[in-house]
C-alpha cells in the first residue's frame, strides 16, 4: 500500500457568504464565489502549498461548490504534476435550498444549544449527517492508497466542518472532542504527516473553544 506521506485540507477562502449572510437568500450555497479577499487568501495559501509539495506529485479532491473550485485554482499547482478529481462527499453541510436569513441565525443558536453534531437543520443536515458521508470517502480514499503508483501527497480542498469531521474520523475522536473545536478560518490548512512509526499525526491542533464535556469513559 502506498500510503501518502502527506494529507493537506485546505478550507476556502472567502465567499461572499462568509461576508454577507443575506446573499443565501438570494443565491444558492452551491454557486457562491470568492471575495477578492477570498483570492487573496487562497493565492497565499497556494504559495505555501506549493512550498511543501515540491516537485512531487498530488492526488487532489475538490468539493463541487464553486468557492473551493475557485479557490484550488488560486493555488497555481503545476498540472503536469496534479490529478484532480471532484468529490461530491466533501461538499458543505447542507443547511436547506433558498434561506432565510433571521430563521438560519435562529437554527443556528438552536444547533449551538442543541449541540452541533446531533443537530440536524430543517430541510438540511446534521454534523453526524455529514460524518457519515465523510466517512464513506475516507473508505474510498485508503481503497486508493492500494495503487502502487498512488502519489505522495493528497490535497482535498473542502470546508470548516468537512475538515474537523475529516479529522475526527480519521483520529477516532469522540464527538465531545469534535464539539469542543472551532472551525478554521478561511484557506486555512492542516496537514496530516506520515512519521517514521506509520503513525500519522495533524501538524497543528483546530483552536479548542471550550474542554471536552464527555459523557463516559471514551472522553
Not at 453534531?117 to 464513506?136: H, L, T
Not at 480519521?170 to 503513525?199: C, I, Q, Y
Request: with cysteine.
Amino acid at each position: 500500500m502506498a500510503r501518502p506521506r502527506r494529507i493537506v485540507l485546505v478550507r476556502h477562502g472567502e465567499s461572499v457568504g462568509n461576508a454577507d449572510d443575506s446573499v443565501y437568500e438570494r443565491e444558492p450555497d452551491h454557486a457562491l464565489a470568492l471575495t477578492e479577499k477570498g483570492w487573496r487568501q487562497a493565492e497565499e495559501t497556494g504559495k505555501r502549498i506549493r512550498e511543501v509539495l515540491g516537485n512531487e506529485r498530488v492526488s487532489v479532491y475538490v468539493s463541487p461548490y464553486r468557492r473551493t473550485h475557485e479557490t484550488f485554482r488560486a493555488f497555481h499547482l503545476d498540472p503536469g504534476k496534479v490529478r484532480v478529481r471532484e468529490e461530491p462527499r466533501l461538499r458543505e453541510q447542507d443547511w436547506g435550498n433558498w434561506q432565510d436569513r433571521d430563521d438560519v441565525r435562529l437554527q443556528k443558536a438552536y444547533r449551538d444549544a442543541y449541540g452541533h453534531f446531533f443537530y440536524r437543520f430543517a430541510q438540511g443536515e446534521s454534523g453526524a449527517d455529514v460524518y457519515d458521508r465523510v466517512g464513506g470517502f475516507l473508505e474510498s480514499l485508503f481503497r486508493s492508497f492500494e495503487a502502487p503508483d498512488h502519489p505522495p501527497n493528497v490535497l482535498l480542498v473542502t470546508h470548516g466542518l468537512a475538515m474537523r469531521l475529516f479529522c475526527m474520523r480519521w483520529f477516532h475522536w469522540t464527538v465531545a472532542e469534535f464539539e469542543s473545536l472551532s472551525n478554521p478560518g478561511n484557506a486555512e490548512v492542516r496537514m496530516l504527516v506520515l512519521g517514521e512509526d506509520g503513525k500519522y499525526t495533524l501538524d497543528r491542533p483546530f483552536e479548542r473553544w471550550r474542554d471536552p464535556e464527555p459523557y463516559g469513559v471514551t472522553g
